[in-house]
């Protein structure tokens, strides 16, 4: 090997030829049983280039010449630019300031992976409503949402903003407030941890200079001082020296418990997640706003067979076009009267969701459910608990507050226009699932449950097979059809059916009642094989996104059926 030319030992030290490219990394070099540590002063080097090298026992360090001052100009002259950004000095760590922890909060909205951009128009809509009707947040120079990996990074104003997010963000699965941020003024910024000691004395730092006692307790808006709280510590770690979690999460709890007086884990406290994360020997803290992920809504508590993730349906929604339109005025005025709901937009300004949904595989009915919620306004987080229990910043009376509002929003706005939602399958087990799913939902008066094959279904023709119409029929001419579905895949399937048959069958059913009616129909459908799904013969179908479900590589891929011409 051309790593090393020549070796040999002088009064206790060695010199060492070694490849340019070892010279260049100013590592440490391990031969055998003991670590060499590489100098690059000037002063060591002959005229050859070699590097007198000095050696030492297993941790022993070689005294002043360590890692931490090798010279990057010597040794990182040949790297490429994204090495050199990755080795770069840190400055050296200075204690943080002391400071209280409030409002504005830096968080981070977390989703499914492939989910960022439909979370990103979310916060976006949420944003700009809140610029134009928050005169306080207007004036402010708030920054932008951006999508990070697995995510999106946004700045909340106040409580009550961050309160607005959890209850209406509807493809988020957490909201975590950070608590050391490089990029957010009033935040310590992030450090660097190799060692348990290192971790534990600069965690202490930051818990002492953000007053972790004042607000990591329950007093405030609930009354209970001084209550009990259990701290649940969650770590992950990527590319670093400390690596056991459950080592990193022992040491953690052992530091917080040293501070926080009131810390126990006995069944009466508030449980409180910390989420650390490590990477790179960088650390970051932060806090889970709500023990409850987001994409469980509540309702759902009798589930069928391989049901479809809340958000996952609502995503699904979005990508077929029927995006949310919440109107956050009335969150936003100081008087709780009703003159809120003659201010409502017209039908004709809200009528891009004013559509016939359906779902030809209902299954537990998520997306039936998901999609009348959105068409009637109902906020995905109304069966949440309030956020932020255990922490001073817990205030269950203004979130009853703000989903009585939105919940009186939606009421007043289903008088302008019917919402239309069908939904079909062929197990009777599963529409009583749906059903119960629905009723506790509150949506149950606005879908219309059909046992049998989508084939039939009245939606797709003009007549079921007993020659009886259904309620949603009405005005379904008038009405463009919405079709989102989730057909059955892998372990669902029976042995004589197959991806191909059950694709192939939808598409002939759509285009066929596409030409029939004269009607636009849109369509949404996620699966596992995007080739099958192209090969089906639905046209005018592209990828809106792709991400995991249950272990599971899916897709999803919407578009418009072409429409015939009208005679």
Known sequence: MNRVLQNQKRKGCCIIFLHQRAESAGRVALFGRRHYYASTSSALQNNNGAHELQWGDRGQQPGKQTIDKISSSNNRSNETPLKQKRHQQHAPYTKPKSQQFQAPFSVFISCLPGLEPLLLKEVEYLHSHWLSNDCEVSKRSEGKPHILRGGVKFTVPSLHHLYILHLYIGTASHIYIRLNDDHFEGLPPLFRARGFPELQRKVKDLI??????????????????????????????????????????????????????????????????????????????????????????????????????????????????????????????????????????????????????????????????????????????????????????????????????????????????????????????????????????????????????????????????????????????????????????????????????????LANVLLSSSSSSRRSIDCAVIGKDVRVMREAGIPSLDVAFSTKHGGLSVAAMAGSLPTPNRP
């Open 208 to 505: 002492i200079s953000q007053r972790w006692d004042e607000w990591l307790t329950t007093s405030g808006h609930c009354g209970n001082e001084n209550s009990l709280v259990n701290v649940q510590v969650h770590v992950t770690t990527s590319k670093s020296k400390l690596m056991h979690t459950k080592a990193i999460e022992e040491r953690l709890k052992q530091t917080i418990g040293e501070i926080i007086p009131n810390m126990s884990d006995a069944a009466t406290a508030k449980t409180v997640r910390l989420m650390t994360r490590i990477d790179r020997d960088v650390v970051q803290l932060s806090l889970d706003t709500s023990l409850t992920p987001l994409h469980r809504r509540g309702y759902r508590l009798k589930p069928h067979r391989a049901p479809l993730r809340e958000d996952l349906a609502y995503a699904l929604l979005m990508a077929g076009g029927l995006l949310p339109c919440w109107d956050l005025r009335q969150q936003f005025s100081k008087n709780s009267d009703d003159s809120f709901a003659a201010d409502l937009p017209s039908p004709s300004s809200r009528g891009t969701n004013h559509r016939i949904l359906f779902d030809p595989f209902c299954g537990s009915g998520t997306i039936a459910i998901e999609g009348a919620s959105l068409q009637l306004g109902l906020p995905p987080g109304r069966f949440h608990p309030a956020p932020l229990d255990g922490t001073c910043f817990f205030n269950p009376v203004l979130w009853e507050e703000m989903k009585s509002k939105a919940m009186s929003a939606g009421s007043s706005a289903r008088q302008y226009e019917p919402v239309c939602v069908a939904a079909g399958d062929i197990d009777p087990k599963a529409l009583d699932a749906a059903k119960a799913n629905a009723k506790r939902a509150g949506v149950d008066n606005c879908i219309d449950f059909v046992k049998g094959s989508f084939v039939s279904h009245p939606l797709l023709n003009q007549q079921s097979k007993d020659g009886k119409k259904s309620n949603v029929m009405d005005d379904a001419a008038q009405q463009s059809l919405l079709v989102v579905a989730n057909p059955p895949y892998g372990k669902r399937l029976s042995q004589s059916e197959t991806n191909n048959t059950i694709y192939r069958k």
